[in-house]
């Protein structure tokens, strides 16, 4: 099989020329105000920054405007504020004018201003929440529970009380554009093909299993989830739908302060804390968390397989109980050595075990009777997984402001094991006595990984209106797996034997070095853009020690992206995108390893899947005002040797097997609706429909669907008196198309309600999720020329929780750091990946 190379032409060399371009447009200066006089030379300017009041964190994007010194409102000059709340106005005539900053969910605040002849540094604009603003002063506020900037959504998970004392997926399941099922796997925008950061960081954990791993990360330590469908060339090429990033809460103001919380409910309890600590120039940060997860588990699978003999049955049915239980730590610290230069080191170590308990009942009904079968086979699984990463990071800044140099490494270890054992009963709709068992199975798996990433970046801006971003990455991935699989049928064997033919043993290599660059200018007053390209280079060995096989690869890869932006007005602009970008499958797609624990339903991996590749455009309009925002985007999606999931017949008779192959090319014409507003003092709501035409072909399968799907996502919260809230989600999806069939629909929805005491430093919250539904099922049904299927996860959704939290020492602040971001590999058992 091919690998997905991509020759190097012409469009490399423009990628690398571009940024040496410098365009003749520069920022219109500002008018004179009315005391001055045309002559004046224009040798002035204005830097400052935005901050939020609260948590004297930065506001990206703030609008930044200059207004006559007195009467007329009409802006001379204006400029957004970057990514780190940095703002610059240059070419301004001497004399008095107004600075007038504002963003939505914050209030305006305006200052009276001198500019002379040279750099005029403004202090820092501290812009209270919730639209409350007198002069300089400050009022207490909240953030709303979605932002709308110019390219990301924001979910401030921190604001929506339905989240105390649940996980990162409960939060996920509530940020716009994503949706979770009841098994835990995330869908962006209808595609399982995304990443998923945590504070900009790569997370090995998330990449292995990103269902198991969201379970160890308690809500309360989340404080906001960013959604990006069209990443810059800085982030690796991987996750065609887009890059989700979880930002946690960490850092502190001079002194002490933390929290600590504990929560309880019909299926989930836990608690969780953390600690940190800010001294002149050293920060630090930690957090710890632990709890325990439970509930009961069904599945159905009705088959009916078509042939020329005549149609067979297959009826299924699956009942049992999980529990598990999770760890989660985090440690940080940051220390600035000058002014210009600090050092970071973060480490976190998160683990996770549990076991599933169940019976499986199946029914074979065959044209010849002979064949009938049935039996009952109850499972035990146990499954762990312990994992640790570390991240240093130099950052260097320097008297020309926006210009950066950082230097970063990482070390990250995981080591998980996957076991069951499982006994068959023949001729019984229920599990009998372990020596009634007409067959005995037990299996062993571990997938160890080692990954070891270095990253260096570099900010040059050219004048306050252009700017080139420059970096090199290198990555070196180990991983594999070791299973064996031991069977016992009684009356031919006296103990277990060792099955070789069912057992794995391989180790797989993957290494990625990449360079970037993006340049970003404006084009005129009101046009922004950003050309940039990515060069990765992907080097794949793998040595299967169980067939004595080897094989080794290599491949180039170009990713180039560009956007255009267009402010339509101080408060509304349009967005043009496109981006290419890579899919490369990780373990759990690569796993070779035969699972037969089901023998009518047999599963196994493809070492030899070669990565996909994503051509994305969008098309996006937003705005904000004081009233609320909204952001509506059309966008498409073409993935060319995609990587999807395949069931198909055996020559055993009621035998199917699932496995993945590069057999599609998938297009996403998607158009999706995103809006906040605030009706009424206190009340906000926010939310929008999503809607997808999705086709799907396999030429080598000679299969075409296509065909529409929805959600629609809602969140309101109201404010009571005696510091009351009260909060609402609902979540609901139509079925979509795909390959071999079609998704089922469900509807989520949760009511949570908060209460605030102790001087605001201890909050009770009560939430009850789905009160009206028993369970909610997740599954497909299936239709093939071989047979049609229907399955069905039973996910019993249905919970109450009850969570207290108390607050003590100084409010938050954050310090921005530098970070890593391995979004670069197709994930794990959360299905990342993989439409």
């Given at each position: 099989?091919?690998?997905?190379?991509?020759?190097?032409?012409?469009?490399?060399?423009?990628?690398?020329?571009?940024?040496?371009?410098?365009?003749?447009?520069?920022?219109?200066?500002?008018?004179?105000?009315?005391?001055?006089?045309?002559?004046?030379?224009?040798?002035?300017?204005?830097?400052?920054?935005?901050?939020?009041?609260?948590?004297?964190?930065?506001?990206?994007?703030?609008?930044?405007?200059?207004?006559?010194?007195?009467?007329?409102?009409?802006?001379?000059?204006?400029?957004?504020?970057?990514?780190?709340?940095?703002?610059?106005?240059?070419?301004?005539?001497?004399?008095?004018?107004?600075?007038?900053?504002?963003?939505?969910?914050?209030?305006?605040?305006?200052?009276?201003?001198?500019?002379?002849?040279?750099?005029?540094?403004?202090?820092?604009?501290?812009?209270?929440?919730?639209?409350?603003?007198?002069?300089?002063?400050?009022?207490?506020?909240?953030?709303?529970?979605v932002e709308v900037r110019p390219d990301r959504l924001v979910y401030n998970a921190d604001q929506d009380v339905t989240n105390a004392g649940g996980t990162a997926a409960d939060v996920l399941r509530?940020?716009?554009?994503?949706?979770?099922?009841?098994?835990?796997?995330?869908?962006?925008?209808?595609?399982?093909?995304?990443?998923?950061?945590?504070?900009?960081?790569?997370?090995?954990?998330?990449?292995?299993?990103?269902?198991?791993?969201?379970?160890?990360?308690?809500?309360?330590?989340?404080?906001?989830?960013?959604?990006?469908?069209?990443?810059?060339?800085?982030?690796?090429?991987?996750?065609?739908?887009?890059?989700?990033?979880?930002?946690?809460?960490?850092?502190?103001n001079q002194g002490l302060n933390g929290r600590v919380s504990a929560s309880g409910g019909n299926r989930n309890a836990g608690g969780n804390g953390s600690l940190n600590f800010r001294q002149n120039?050293?920060?630090?940060?930690?957090?710890?968390?632990?709890?325990?997860?439970?509930?009961?588990?069904?599945?159905?699978?009705?088959?009916?397989?078509?042939?020329?003999?005549?149609?067979?049955?297959?009826?299924?049915?699956?009942?049992?109980?999980?529990?598990?239980?999770?760890?989660?730590?985090?440690?940080?610290?940051?220390?600035?050595?000058?002014?210009?230069?600090?050092?970071?080191?973060?480490?976190?170590?998160?683990?996770?075990?549990?076991?599933?308990?169940?019976?499986?009942?199946?029914?074979?009904?065959?044209?010849?009777?002979?064949?009938?079968?049935?039996?009952?086979?109850?499972?035990?699984?146990?499954?762990?997984?312990?994992?640790?990463?570390?991240?240093?990071?130099?950052?260097?800044?320097?008297?020309?402001?926006?210009?950066?140099?950082?230097?970063?490494?990482?070390?990250?270890?995981?080591?998980?094991?996957?076991?069951?054992?499982?006994?068959?009963?023949?001729?019984?709709?229920?599990?009998?006595?372990?020596?009634?068992?007409?067959?005995?199975?037990?299996?062993?798996?571990?997938?160890?990984?080692?990954?070891?990433?270095?990253?260096?970046?570099?900010?040059?801006?050219?004048?306050?209106?252009?700017?080139?971003?420059?970096?090199?990455?290198?990555?070196?991935?180990?991983?594999?797996?070791?299973?064996?699989?031991?069977?016992?049928?009684?009356?031919?064997?006296?103990?277990?034997?060792?099955?070789?033919?069912?057992?794995?043993?391989?180790?797989?290599?993957?290494?990625?070095?990449?360079?970037?660059?993006?340049?970003?200018?404006?084009?005129?007053?009101?046009?922004?853009?950003?050309?940039?390209?990515?060069?990765?280079?992907?080097?794949?060995?793998?040595?299967?020690?169980?067939?004595?096989?080897?094989?080794?690869?290599?491949?180039?890869?170009?990713?180039?992206?560009?956007?255009?932006?267009?402010?339509?007005?101080?408060?509304?602009?349009?967005?043009?995108?496109?981006?290419?970008?890579?899919?490369?499958?990780?373990?759990?797609?690569?796993?070779?390893?035969?699972?037969?624990?089901?023998?009518?339903?047999?599963?196994?991996?493809?070492?030899?899947?070669?990565?996909?590749?994503?051509?994305?455009?969008?098309?996006?309009?937003?705005?904000?005002?004081?009233?609320?925002?909204?952001?509506?985007?059309?966008?498409?999606?073409?993935?060319?040797?995609?990587?999807?999931?395949?069931?198909?017949?055996?020559?055993?008779?009621?035998?199917?097997?699932?496995?993945?192959?590069?057999?599609?090319?998938?297009?996403?014409?998607?158009?999706?609706?995103?809006?906040?507003?605030?009706?009424?003092?206190?009340?906000?709501?926010?939310?929008?429909?999503?809607?997808?035409?999705?086709?799907?072909?396999?030429?080598?399968?000679?299969?075409?669907?296509?065909?529409?799907?929805?959600?629609?996502?809602?969140?309101?919260?109201?404010?009571?008196?005696?510091?009351?809230?009260?909060?609402?989600?609902?979540?609901?999806?139509?079925?979509?198309?795909?390959?071999?069939?079609?998704?089922?629909?469900?509807?989520?929805?949760?009511?949570?309600?908060?209460?605030?005491?102790?001087?605001?430093?201890?909050?009770?919250?009560?939430?009850?999720?789905?009160?009206?539904?028993?369970?909610?099922?997740?599954?497909?049904?299936?239709?093939?020329?071989?047979?049609?299927?229907?399955?069905?996860?039973?996910?019993?959704?249905?919970?109450?929780?009850?969570?207290?939290?108390?607050?003590?020492?100084?409010?938050?602040?954050?310090?921005?750091?530098?970070?890593?971001?391995?979004?670069?590999?197709?994930?794990?058992?959360?299905?990342?990946?993989?439409?």
């Amino acid at each position: 099989m091919k690998p997905a190379t991509r020759r190097l032409p012409g469009a490399l060399l423009l990628a690398v020329l571009l940024p040496l371009a410098r365009p003749t447009t520069a920022q219109t200066p500002a008018a004179a105000p009315a005391a001055a006089t045309t002559t004046t030379t224009a040798t002035g300017s204005l830097t400052g920054t935005v901050l939020d009041s609260l948590k004297r964190e930065p506001v990206p994007y703030a609008t930044v405007v200059l207004l006559p010194a007195r009467g007329d409102d009409k802006p001379l000059t204006g400029v957004a504020a970057d990514e780190a709340g940095r703002f610059s106005l240059t070419k301004l005539q001497p004399g008095a004018f107004r600075l007038r900053v504002s963003y939505v969910g914050y209030g305006t605040q305006t200052r009276s201003v001198s500019v002379s002849a040279g750099p005029t540094a403004v202090p820092a604009f501290q812009l209270p929440v919730a639209g409350t603003a007198l002069g300089e002063a400050v009022v207490i506020g909240t953030k709303p529970v979605v932002e709308v900037r110019p390219d990301r959504l924001v979910y401030n998970a921190d604001q929506d009380v339905t989240n105390a004392g649940g996980t990162a997926a409960d939060v996920l399941r509530k940020a716009p554009l994503l949706a979770v099922d009841g098994e835990g796997n995330v869908k962006m925008r209808g595609s399982s093909n995304f990443k998923v950061l945590v504070n900009n960081k790569p997370s090995p954990t998330l990449a292995s299993n990103l269902a198991e791993a969201l379970k160890g990360i308690p809500a309360e330590q989340i404080k906001s989830v960013e959604i990006i469908t069209t990443p810059p060339a800085k982030y690796d090429g991987e996750g065609t739908a887009g890059i989700i990033n979880i930002v946690l809460k960490k850092g502190v103001n001079q002194g002490l302060n933390g929290r600590v919380s504990a929560s309880g409910g019909n299926r989930n309890a836990g608690g969780n804390g953390s600690l940190n600590f800010r001294q002149n120039k050293f920060n630090f940060t930690s957090a710890l968390s632990g709890g325990t997860n439970f509930g009961p588990s069904e599945f159905i699978r009705d088959r009916v397989g078509i042939s020329s003999q005549g149609n067979d049955l297959l009826s299924q049915r699956s009942a049992g109980s999980y529990r598990g239980s999770y760890f989660y730590g985090t440690l940080g610290a940051d220390y600035d050595l000058t002014d210009k230069q600090s050092l970071s080191l973060y480490g976190s170590l998160n683990g996770y075990k549990g076991q599933n308990d169940n019976d499986l009942v199946s029914r074979y009904t065959a044209p010849n009777a002979a064949l009938n079968k049935l039996f009952t086979r109850a499972t035990n699984s146990v499954y762990q997984r312990i994992n640790g990463e570390l991240t240093g990071t130099y950052t260097h800044t320097f008297a020309q402001a926006r210009r950066e140099w950082s230097v970063l490494g990482q070390v990250a270890h995981n080591n998980g094991s996957n076991n069951y054992t499982l006994s068959q009963f023949p001729n019984s709709d229920v599990a009998l006595d372990l020596g009634r068992a007409d067959y005995r199975e037990r299996s062993e798996n571990r997938t160890p990984a080692t990954e070891y990433t270095a990253q260096t970046d570099f900010v040059q801006p050219f004048g306050e209106k252009q700017t080139l971003e420059t970096g090199v990455k290198a990555i070196w991935r180990r991983t594999g797996a070791v299973g064996t699989v031991d069977g016992f049928t009684p009356g031919q064997a006296t103990d277990f034997v060792r099955l070789p033919a069912r057992s794995t043993d391989f180790d797989y290599g993957q290494d990625v070095q990449a360079a970037y660059a993006t340049y970003s200018f404006a084009a005129s007053k009101k046009l922004n853009m950003s050309l940039g390209s990515r060069l990765e280079r992907t080097a794949l060995a793998a040595s299967f020690r169980t067939t004595e096989s080897n094989f080794s690869r290599s491949y180039y890869t170009l990713l180039p992206n560009w956007f255009a932006q267009y402010a339509l007005s101080e408060s509304s602009s349009l967005r043009l995108a496109y981006g290419r970008r890579i899919t490369r499958p990780y373990i759990y797609y690569l796993n070779p390893f035969v699972n037969k624990s089901d023998t009518l339903n047999i599963s196994y991996g493809n070492p030899n899947l070669a990565p996909e590749l994503t051509d994305s455009y969008e098309l996006s309009y937003n705005t904000n005002g004081k009233a609320g925002s909204l952001n509506v985007a059309g966008s498409v999606r073409r993935t060319g040797n995609a990587i999807e999931s395949l069931r198909l017949p055996t020559a055993s008779p009621g035998v199917t097997v699932e496995t993945y192959a590069n057999v599609a090319s998938n297009v996403y014409y998607q158009l999706n609706f995103y809006g906040s507003a605030k009706p009424a003092k206190g009340w906000d709501i926010s939310g929008g429909p999503d809607i997808q035409y999705i086709v799907r072909r396999s030429p080598s399968l000679g299969i075409e669907r296509r065909g529409f799907s929805a959600s629609l996502n809602l969140n309101t919260s109201y404010k009571l008196p005696k510091k009351f809230t009260v909060q609402a989600f609902g979540y609901g999806s139509l079925a979509g198309p795909e390959l071999q069939g079609r998704g089922l629909g469900y509807l989520y929805y949760s009511l949570g309600f908060k209460k605030t005491f102790l001087n605001d430093k201890a909050d009770l919250n009560v939430n009850v999720s789905n009160p009206f539904t028993r369970y909610t099922a997740f599954g497909s049904t299936l239709s093939t020329p071989y047979f049609e299927e229907r399955q069905e996860y039973r996910s019993y959704q249905r919970s109450v929780r009850v969570s207290f939290g108390y607050r003590f020492g100084q409010e938050q602040q954050s310090k921005r750091r530098k970070s890593i971001s391995n979004d670069d590999v197709k994930g794990g058992n959360s299905k990342q990946g993989g439409q």
